[in-house]
């Protein structure tokens, strides 16, 4: 029988939200979850599953029943042949990769975290970079879902289509994701290389840079014309060896969140700030390779507040109101960086690039030792302007969405809502924030 704990404070990563759940379960099997599902039937009580706690939203919180998938955490299957992997929903995918790397296999595309679980990757709709590449979400080939009443779906595109097309990004509202089967790669290395240039620069050529890398992105830093951008692609150069750079990177971050702290008493030294770490790390090209899941990850080095949304292309207009935005009101200060990333459209229903290509525009707010910002007025106007483009933004991340919002921004919307409502017909598996996202 599954043992539940009283007094347990959830917090995510960035500790900007957090609760306390009535009772907090660690179930370590498929029945045990059934067991829990079965109380809050009987006791009517909400039930949240929560994984590696990264989102920087409330989306985790509840006050009823929380499941923490983390003991749920094992390869089960590789199949050499089709390059694919099932495992349970609760493995991180820091732990997947060496698991991987065992069999010469890897994952074609990964976020910038990797201590979050499969099944929280997917259902906040996590992404990365490369217009020939989806969000992490269409990896999936196969998954199992306990729906509230116990049952369990398995679904793929020949099996419960309906809810597969729905539950690649399910918000933790369809159900309880058991497993997931993910479409692999053979192993490879990537080469990264970043360089400097100038936002005029990498607007003016944004085709270009898409074409000559499979994955690019960039970083604008605000207040500053400046720019980083990032190449990253196959190669077959092994491992090189960049521990100056990685000493420099350390000790520039460490040295920016002491003058972002300082900032925080004179807030005019934050454009100062960013051209000055622009200088300080960004303006040498710098080369590193690797296997591709030590370069497309990285240390997450202190907490941060982020929106992040998906506008259809349209990169160079949004960015350039954002920027004029921020001249036009000199006393809205913005962190570095603003980083800019592209993905492939896909058929997921609550998919941000549902349908189309998108950009992904991502902003950050520093909270130096803790400490909180002035970052309102800041997210005010970049959601307004996000929204003048058509945007959508990432479910795992802040914003000020209503179901109104939803509806407009996804053709899709009421087909999932049809489909929650038919899996989940008592809402068990909502909280605050699916609230407002479905009523």
């Given at each position: 029988?599954?043992?539940?704990?009283?007094?347990?404070?959830?917090?995510?990563?960035?500790?900007?939200?957090?609760?306390?759940?009535?009772?907090?379960?660690?179930?370590?099997?498929?029945?045990?979850v059934?067991?829990?599902?079965?109380?809050?039937?009987?006791?009517?009580?909400?039930?949240?599953?929560?994984g590696?706690?990264?989102?920087?939203?409330?989306?985790?919180?509840?006050?009823?029943?929380?499941?923490?998938?983390?003991?749920?955490?094992?390869?089960?299957?590789?199949?050499?042949?089709?390059?694919?992997?099932?495992?349970?929903?609760?493995?991180?995918?820091?732990?997947?990769?060496?698991?991987?790397?065992?069999?010469?296999?890897?994952?074609?595309?990964?976020?910038?975290?990797?201590?979050?679980?499969?099944?929280?990757?997917?259902?906040?709709?996590?992404?990365?970079?490369g217009?020939?590449?989806?969000?992490?979400?269409?990896?999936?080939?196969?998954?199992?879902?306990?729906?509230?009443?116990?049952?369990?779906?398995?679904?793929?595109?020949?099996?419960?289509?309906?809810?597969?097309?729905?539950?690649?990004?399910?918000?933790?509202?369809?159900?309880?994701?058991?497993?997931?089967?993910l479409?692999?790669?053979?192993q490879?290395?990537?080469?990264?290389?970043?360089?400097?240039?100038?936002?005029?620069?990498?607007?003016?050529?944004?085709?270009?840079?898409?074409?000559?890398?499979?994955?690019?992105?960039?970083?604008?830093?605000?207040?500053?014309?400046?720019?980083?951008?990032?190449?990253?692609?196959?190669?077959?150069?092994?491992?090189?060896?960049?521990?100056?750079?990685?000493?420099?990177?350390?000790?520039?971050?460490?040295?920016?969140?002491?003058?972002?702290?300082?900032?925080?008493?004179?807030?005019?030294?934050?454009?100062?700030?960013?051209?000055?770490?622009?200088?300080?790390?960004?303006?040498?090209?710098?080369?590193?390779?690797?296997?591709?899941?030590?370069?497309?990850?990285?240390?997450?080095?202190?907490?941060?507040?982020?929106?992040?949304?998906?506008?259809?292309?349209?990169?160079?207009?949004?960015?350039?109101?954002l920027?004029?935005?921020?001249?036009?009101?000199?006393?809205?200060?913005?962190?570095?960086?603003?980083?800019?990333?592209?993905?492939?459209?896909?058929?997921?229903?609550?998919?941000?690039?549902?349908?189309?290509?998108?950009?992904?525009?991502?902003?950050?707010?520093?909270r130096?030792?803790?400490?909180?910002?002035?970052?309102?007025?800041?997210?005010?106007?970049?959601?307004?302007?996000?929204?003048?483009?058509?945007?959508?933004?990432?479910?795992?991340?802040?914003h000020?969405?209503?179901?109104?919002?939803?509806?407009?921004?996804?053709?899709?919307?009421?087909?999932?809502?049809?489909?929650?409502?038919?899996?989940?017909?008592?809402?068990?598996?909502?909280?605050?924030?699916?609230?407002?996202?479905?009523?």
């Open positions: 029988m599954v043992h539940g704990h009283k007094g347990v404070r959830f917090q995510n990563w960035a500790r900007t939200y957090g609760c306390c759940p009535e009772m907090y379960y660690q179930p370590t099997s498929v029945e045990e059934r067991e829990v599902l079965a109380l809050a039937r009987q006791q009517n009580k909400k039930v949240k599953v929560v590696g706690g990264h989102s920087p939203s409330d989306i985790a919180c509840t006050d009823g029943f929380m499941i923490h998938m983390g003991k749920m955490n094992r390869v089960l299957q590789v199949n050499k042949e089709k390059k694919q992997v099932t495992v349970e929903a609760g493995i991180l995918l820091t732990d997947l990769h060496p698991q991987l790397d065992k069999h010469g296999l890897a994952l074609s595309n990964l976020g910038a975290v990797s201590d979050v679980t499969a099944g929280g990757v997917i259902g906040s709709g996590t992404h990365n970079t217009i020939k590449h989806g969000i992490l979400a269409t990896q999936v080939v196969a998954l199992t879902l306990m729906t509230a009443d116990g049952a369990i779906l398995e679904c793929s595109e020949s099996s419960n289509t309906e809810v597969f097309q729905a539950a690649r990004v399910h918000l933790g509202c369809l159900g309880v994701i058991l497993t997931i089967t479409q692999c790669v053979p490879f290395h990537l080469q990264e290389t970043t360089f400097p240039s100038t936002l005029k620069e990498v607007l003016d050529n944004l085709e270009s840079h898409l074409k000559k890398s499979e994955y690019f992105r960039f970083l604008w830093f605000p207040h500053s014309e400046n720019v980083s951008i990032i190449y990253q692609d196959h190669t077959n150069k092994p491992p090189s060896s960049s521990a100056s750079w990685f000493w420099d990177y350390a000790v520039g971050f460490y040295l920016l969140e002491f003058l972002l702290w300082t900032s925080t008493f004179l807030p005019c030294l934050v454009g100062w700030i960013n051209r000055f770490f622009f200088w300080l790390l960004f303006t040498r090209k710098k080369e590193n390779s690797n296997l591709s899941h030590k370069i497309f990850t990285y240390e997450c080095r202190f907490k941060q507040h982020v929106q992040d949304w998906a506008i259809p292309e349209k990169t160079e207009e949004a960015l350039l109101e920027k004029a935005m921020l001249e036009a009101h000199p006393k809205v200060v913005a962190h570095y960086p603003v980083e800019v990333r592209f993905t492939r459209g896909d058929d997921i229903l609550l998919s941000p690039c549902f349908q189309r290509d998108s950009c992904y525009m991502n902003i950050i707010m520093y130096p030792y803790g400490k909180d910002v002035p970052r309102l007025d800041y997210w005010l106007a970049y959601e307004t302007i996000m929204k003048k483009f058509g945007g959508r933004p990432h479910w795992a991340k802040a000020n969405c209503t179901r109104k919002d939803f509806e407009k921004m996804y053709p899709a919307f009421p087909k999932f809502c049809a489909i929650r409502e038919k899996l989940d017909p008592t809402g068990m598996f909502l909280n605050s924030y699916l609230e407002k996202v479905f009523y």
